[in-house]
């Protein structure tokens, strides 16, 4: 199955909020779960940063939100802070496999 | 808590067999309540999940390495680990160990996700 479709970089200044997409298909994404998040630091292992769609592990800022519509699923930064620069994952299950967005570039201006 | 660390030769030579063993402690591998499931991430590029494994031994692989993989679990070491065989250059990875939550709700929507992860270990294929 072909990787999750994420947008290559997003941009925002401290105090904004972003957006990062995750389109896949009807297969994946659109089928009946929901994706997961991942942070990723430079050098660091993955992060997980929303859990079934939308919920948050212990731990994790509340300025971190999920949702879903359709065939594409979005993580919200709210508040950017310097700290949350880093590489964006999303991964679905997709019929007994497991696929994972290209990934996505945040950079904090 | 549960943790997962990686080990396994850091350098392979092409054509030969890629071995990692993912040790887990502050958990039994054999609760039952989780798969085990190895992840690699090329340099500089994105996450591919190669497989998993749940306790009793079965398996569900990428199919898109599937012909080359074989992961398998010692649950008297606590252990799962994974064979590649056939590498080349392309699978020069960091290989991460994960362990993956999952179930279906009373709807039919099924939930996964990684956590915790291994701190990854880099592979080279090189001659």
């Known amino acids: 199955q072909s990787a999750l479709t994420q947008p290559a970089s997003v941009s925002g200044s401290p105090g904004q909020s972003i957006t990062i997409s995750c389109t896949g298909t009807?297969?994946?994404?659109?089928?009946?779960?929901?994706v997961s998040w991942y942070q990723q630091h430079p050098g660091k292992a993955p992060k997980l940063m929303i859990y079934?769609?939308?919920k948050r592990p212990s731990g994790v800022s509340n300025r971190f939100s999920g949702s879903k519509s359709g065939n594409t699923a979005s993580l919200t930064i709210s508040g950017l802070q310097a700290e949350d620069e880093a590489d964006y994952y999303c991964c679905s299950y997709a019929g007994s496999s497991r696929v994972f967005g290209g990934g996505t570039k945040l950079t904090v201006l | 808590q549960v943790q997962l660390q990686e080990s396994g030769p850091g350098l392979v030579k092409p054509s030969q067999t890629l071995s990692l063993t993912c040790t887990v402690s502050?958990?039994?591998?054999?609760?039952?309540?989780?798969?085990w499931s190895w992840i690699r991430q090329p340099p500089g590029k994105g996450l591919e999940w190669i497989g998993y494994?749940?306790?009793?031994?079965?398996?569900y692989y990428n199919p898109s390495l599937k012909s080359r993989v074989t992961i398998s679990v010692d649950t008297s070491k606590n252990q799962f680990s994974l064979k590649l065989s056939s590498v080349t250059a392309a699978d020069t990875a960091v290989y991460y160990c994960a362990r993956e939550s999952g179930y279906y709700d009373s709807s039919g929507y099924y939930y996964n996700w990684f956590d915790p992860w291994g701190q990854g270990t880099l592979v080279t294929v090189s001659s």
């Open positions: 502050g958990g039994s591998i054999s609760s039952g309540d989780y798969y």
């Open positions: 079934e769609g939308s």
């Open positions: 494994i749940y306790y009793s031994g079965s398996t």
């Open positions: 009807s297969s994946d994404v659109g089928s009946y779960n929901l």
